[in-house]
């Protein structure tokens, strides 16, 4: 299945798209795409709903595909050969790091550059979506912890991430970092996540081609790890890196400039496109005004 949210930011309403990609009001049936209603018995009681009975919708908006998201935790360097454009060595173990959950936005929202920002970067990658909490998850049991997949543009800051700032979530958090979506699809519809092509173009350039079979560290191992040091629970993402071509990554390294257009996407997870702004011309910078 395929999971939205829609509407006005802030105010979206659950959804499910239909064998013929119209949106369908789930309200009736769950409350958000969020926390409980993404367990294996809430996934089953909407499985179960007769989909030509729900209202059709057209939405103006699509919002991030999950709703109240509890941790959003990333896989840093997670393939070798985006390591090695970063000039950093492929880690031993997983490096982990958050993103404030403020950060995330539709899948089709504009992105809003910090103020100050000069390297503001693109990373395409994978999200896994828990559906039941986890703790010391056994590798070979873990897949059976995911409710769904979706896409993620990790949005990075890169001055802000790595020129003496000691640490990098001050380089991921900023507000539209984190587009997810444009749907969640849950786990019955991706047999092999290790075997998705997943790709991001800048106006119309392609820099990122690559596939989640490179990853250093796979789901299992990663939902495992993860879970020996906190617990997951429902609604959480974990985002699980990105394959090389990022602007840093350039020979000269290119960054995102206002009135560029992402485009991104996922072999059977959906695309993203998001138009960059500055913070002024922001919703944000129009409310500090
Ligand atoms: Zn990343």
Not at 170 to 185: H, N, Q, R
Request: charged share 25%.
């Amino acid at each position: 299945m395929k999971l939205v949210r829609y509407g006005l930011r802030g105010a979206e309403k659950p959804g499910i798209v239909d064998a013929d990609g119209v949106v369908r009001d789930l309200s009736n049936v769950v409350e958000d795409i969020a926390g409980p209603a993404l367990s294996p018995n809430s996934i089953k009681a909407i499985r179960e709903v007769d989909i030509a009975s729900l209202v059709p919708v057209r939405p103006e908006r699509l919002g991030p595909c999950v709703g109240r998201v509890g941790k959003f935790i990333c896989i840093g360097l997670n393939y070798s050969d985006h390591a090695a454009e970063s000039k950093m060595a492929v880690p031993k173990q997983p490096v982990i790091f958050m993103k404030a959950t403020s950060s995330i936005c539709g899948p089709n929202d504009e992105i809003v550059l910090p103020r100050g920002s000069m390297k503001t970067d693109w990373e395409v990658e994978l999200g896994v979506v828990i559906g039941k909490e986890a703790r010391y998850a056994p590798i070979e049991d873990a897949l059976s912890y995911v409710c769904g997949y979706c896409v993620i543009n990790d949005l990075s800051e890169r001055a802000f991430q790595l020129e003496g700032t000691g640490q990098w979530v001050k380089g991921k958090s900023a507000d539209t970092f984190g587009p997810i979506g444009p749907w969640l699809v849950t786990a019955d519809e991706i047999p092999d996540p290790q075997n998705l092509n997943l790709w991001l173009e800048v106006d119309g350039h392609r820099y990122q081609d690559g596939s989640t079979r490179t990853m250093v560290f796979d789901i299992p191992y990663l939902i495992s790890y993860l879970s020996s040091f906190m617990s997951l629970q429902p609604g959480d993402i974990i985002s699980t890196g990105t394959p090389p071509g990022v602007g840093l990554g350039q020979e000269p390294q290119v960054f995102l400039r206002e009135g560029n257009v992402i485009r991104l996407g996922i072999e059977k997870l959906g695309e993203q496109r998001q138009r960059v702004i500055a913070f002024e011309k922001s919703p944000f910078g129009k409310d500090a005004e």
